[in-house]
């Protein structure tokens, strides 16, 4: 499949967005309304943001929150709901591959959802090195990964070894679990990963 920036466009253009749940991630859901509002208007970055479901959920729990994806429409829809919630956020139309150095240690949490697996299985060790350097010391990655073992993509999957792997020289894993919440069509093969920056 052709993953340019303007082939994503497309698909949006097109309708054909099969990752697009129409509401956060479940587990990421879970996670922040266990949470409690953050302390300190902690920062969040959301990539491949996409329409902003989960943008929109960590803003409406406080926190401060900026959503990238490089499809404009992708951003438009995002823009727009916020709008209409009356939420204050910051999207960004940019390649997530571009955020260094400005956006270095801007933040306390990354949040991950369906970008990861999005991309070539090339570019893992670089979004690893991203993600480390977009955090603050001691901030925390909190993940939805794709751990199905079906050929090809997206979405690509990935198993637990190769996650440690990648993440373990940048990261320490605070907890990775199956995820017990996932939407029917994804059930056993998401994994949820809060990793903190070393």
């Given at each position: 499949m052709n993953l340019s920036p303007t082939a994503w466009e497309n698909r949006y253009l097109q309708g054909t967005t099969g990752w697009d749940l129409g509401q956060p991630a479940p587990a990421l859901s879970q996670w922040v309304e266990s949470q409690g509002p953050p302390e300190n208007a902690a920062s969040a970055i959301v990539l491949g943001a996409g329409r902003g479901y989960d943008a929109l959920l960590f803003a409406r729990h406080g926190f401060q929150v900026t959503a990238v994806d490089f499809a404009p429409s992708a951003i438009a829809a995002l823009t727009q709901a916020a709008k209409a919630e009356q939420?204050?956020?910051?999207?960004?139309?940019?390649?997530?591959?571009?955020?260094?150095?400005?956006?270095?240690?801007?933040?306390?949490?990354?949040?991950?959802?369906?970008?990861?697996?999005?991309?070539?299985?090339?570019?893992?060790?670089?979004?690893?090195?991203?993600?480390?350097?977009?955090?603050?010391?001691?901030?925390?990655?909190?993940?939805?990964?794709?751990?199905?073992?079906?050929?090809?993509?997206?979405?690509?999957?990935?198993?637990?070894?190769?996650?440690?792997?990648?993440?373990?020289?940048?990261?320490?894993?605070?907890?990775?679990?199956?995820?017990?919440?996932?939407?029917?069509?994804?059930?056993?093969?998401?994994?949820?990963a809060r990793l903190r920056r070393r």
């Open positions: 939420i204050s956020l910051t999207g960004l139309e940019q390649d997530i591959f571009t955020l260094l150095p400005q956006w270095q240690g801007q933040f306390d949490y990354v949040v991950e959802h369906t970008c990861f697996c999005a991309l070539d299985p090339s570019l893992r060790p670089a979004y690893v090195h991203l993600v480390a350097n977009l955090l603050a010391p001691q901030g925390e990655l909190l993940a939805v990964f794709f751990t199905h073992d079906r050929p090809g993509g997206p979405p690509f999957g990935l198993s637990i070894p190769e996650l440690t792997e990648l993440f373990i020289p940048y990261f320490e894993v605070l907890s990775l679990d199956s995820v017990a919440v996932s939407v029917p069509a994804r059930r056993g093969e998401e994994h949820f």
